[in-house]
């Protein structure tokens, strides 16, 4: 049963009232209650029959119903108040929407932040109102709301559109509209239609947390302007992502686009690379029409996601299949490589003549038989990730019995089928055929490869969330030198660190930086050399030039100490006349490394006014933006982004990665063919942007940060991992001036190292009780291999098997978690070690424990599952007082839980930890709950 939600009153109103509701024909007021009124022919279903409410000053009805002056005078409460009056009359009408205890209103009108610095105040004003009251509010400069299956259609729009199972969320009502009657003609439907407009209070997030939980909506399209709430959407949508296909259209992909949808909504300039990022981060699908928006959609909703990018093309013509084989390859897919084996099987059913290759032409009198049987051959080839099939209209052709003969494989379970029926009239009723088949089918075959491509890219993004990262080892981090160096630096007030001082942060997150040491003297820096073997490399240490190279700082290939001597006194007399003396703070030595087979790489990270932190990564150098002189203006690295085409979006990433999200950013990268074609193992630099993320997420002092080189190097060892060293970093903090709350934050929360703590069970054992991380999957599949069935039962309520527990699916959901929604604590125990044994013990799960927020309200559900070897030693009330403790860090207002009655123990527990407790008769279950 679905939970009940704030937005309730939005969606499922069983009251409506219509604020401004009038006679006048064409008018807003008018069309909305002629809408809501329909509903009573339409759907007699509809929650809110004979509770819609005309709300006009002076007349006594409108529109046959009866109206009251003030909303205060309706009869009843109001769930939705659509209000249809202009924006000067928004602060009496909100507060007296507020003084009614009106759950929800929709504000229509335009007029607000659109118009500047007086627009916003008001919306601010509105807003206080609102949620002073317990208000929601969508809008305004909306279009509303609709729901065909419930009959509700509290919009201005002209057309009800059909019950369906796409969910439709616009930012513009008037594409909204057009896209409603467009849905008229095609007989496309909708289980949910949201004109947002500007989003003052109900945003993407919430909207989308709504829609992924509602059983009627099987897919969600957002048709997207400006995302105000970065990190509530990315929350929002990697949670529903798992679950249900999500495609976006951002408009704004132009500088010039971005402005004209600022003039529109007073949308915020943001930066499309990053964008992208971020969608992709979110396992969002982004396309670039409103033909795409809605294809896609339903493509996802049909069809199975493909393994990889191998296409294979089913054909009776030549020509269509290379205008599909172009757009395939040219937009990243391949052509799918067909085994021997299908080889022979197609030469045993096709024309002497077919193609004997990918794609596979048939020639011109393929019939419905040879369209089947070489499908089923396909289909059963592991090479093939998906599958096209193209029809022209021919004078041998049947396109009916073809499009009957495809039927049956329209439910492939492991790749994706799609047709293209070229032609008009001829082949619509085959089209019609597949369609109905749920087998998607398009006029063109480019088209039908833009949507397979468009399938592989989403696949792609998915399995970055699904996949089992391995640890990124995070252990032996010495944040508290970190600190201290940047503490340091603060107190200067600088904002610069030198060359020395960024080294030693890189080294405190374990990431590998080629040997250095720092001479202060002539005599040292000769010493220095001498003791690593000539040549080597100075550079300048100081904490104000970023571009060192270009003033002379970096001397390479020195190769005696005489020349190392002279080279410093140089060195020391060029940094005194252009900075100062004070800000020389001598040079740092370094080995030249042999660069024969080196593979140097770009990695840095920039600040985004909306997602904080960004990560990039290339073999390409992107230096910080600085002055003439090297100092640098790092004031808007989203301009600098979108200003330097060097920028590509797919070297750019959002801390903090996994494991495996490193190994997609590096595929992404240019570089990544020239290191696969070296047979490179980069399981190390996986591991060492794990790190660099970390760093960045972590450290929030930290504006920007550049390693140039970042060395691949060829392993130690015949089969071990390509070696990683960084040559030179600098490191950029925010203004000491600022607060530590005032710091811009990564726009996905890391991991909250803050919670672990070790705890002591009654027999005295010792664990780590700490968040869970995404690496824990294959500890939490042994944890569920030692729960009894009655554990499961009173903790899930009902039976799961050990495979329905332990599968990938499952288990990658709980440990993959989103620490700004839910925290979920687990209890980690090793084994003392045995002193005759060589390894460490292997850690193992004692119990599992968490709390998630409920969307849109201060509420948190939790849930204590314990091992059933381990009970009773103390863990229920540790990790219950952990979780308290947290929820109230965390700004939780109240903890809630069901417990089944039969569990006597939770309950207890729950009654001595303070939690209040009621039985529900009608559910059979005692409900809990704690004030924070």
Known sequence: MQKPSPLDALFTPHSVAVIGASDKPRSVGRTILSNLLAAVAREPSAPFLNAVYPVHPTQPDVLGVKAFPKISDVPIAVDLAVIATPASTMREVIRECAAAHVKCAIVIAAGFREIGVEGMQLEQEILEIAKTAGMRLLGPNCLGVIRPQFGLNATFAATMPRAGEIAFVSQSGALGTAVLDWSIRENFGFSAFVSVGSMLDIGWDELIDFLGKDARTESIVLYMESLDKAHAFLSAARQVALD???????????PQGAQVAHLHTGAIMECDAVLDA???????????????????????AKQPRPRGPRLAILTN????????TDALVSNGGALAELSAESLAQLDEILPLHWSHTNPIDMLGDAGPAEYARALDIVSHDANADGILVILTPQAMTDPTASAEALKPFAQIRTKPLLASWMGGAEVEIGANILRAAAIPVFPYPDRAVRMFNNLVRYAENLRALYETPVSPLLENIDRARVR?????????GRTILTEEESRQILIAYNIPFIETRLAMSAAQSSKFSDEFGYPVVMKINTDKLIRKTEYGGVLLNLTSANNVRTTFRAVKNTVTKLLGAD????????????????????????????FGPVLLLDAEKRPLPADARGIPVLLDATAALEQDSRYRDDALALPPLTT????????????????????????????????????????????????????????????????VLALDARILLHDPAMSEQSLPRPAIRPYPLQYETTITLRDGATALLRPIRPDDELLLVSFHEKLSEQSIYLRYFHALNLSQRISHERLARVASIDYAREITLV???????????????????????????RSGTGDAEFAVLIRDDVQRQGLGTILLTKLIEIARTEGIARLLGEILPENIGMKRLAEKMGFTLAYDIEQAITRVELSL
């Open 278 to 300: 971020a969608f992709r981060r979110a396992g969002v699908l982004r396309v670039d029409s409103v033909s795409d928006l809605f294809e896609m959609a339903q493509v996802l």
């Open 660 to 723: 495996t999200l490193a190994r997609r950013m590096i595929e992404r990268t240019r570089v990544f063919r020239v290191l696969r074609e070296a047979k490179l193992d980069l399981s190390f630099l996986e591991q060492v942007l794990a790190r660099f993320s970390a760093l960045v997420s972590e450290q929030l002092w930290i504006k920007a940060v550049e390693i140039h080189p970042l060395m691949v190097l060829p392993p130690s060892s015949e089969n071990g991992p390509a070696n």
């Open 484 to 492: 201290e160096l940047i503490d340091a630096a603060r107190r200067d």
């Open 583 to 610: 800000k020389f703070h001598g040079v740092q030595i370094q080995p030249m490394l042999d660069m024969e087979h080196a593979h140097p790489l770009h990695l840095g990270s920039v600040l985004d006014p909306q």
């Open 827 to 853: 209890v980690e125990h090793r084994a003392p070690s045995d002193p005759a044994q060589t390894n460490a013990s292997s850690p193992e799960l004692f119990a599992v424990a968490r709390f998630t927020r």
């Open 244 to 254: 249900k296909p999500m495609v976006v259209l951002k408009a704004g992909r132009s």
């Open 317 to 324: 013509a030549g020509g269509p299949a290379v205008l599909a």
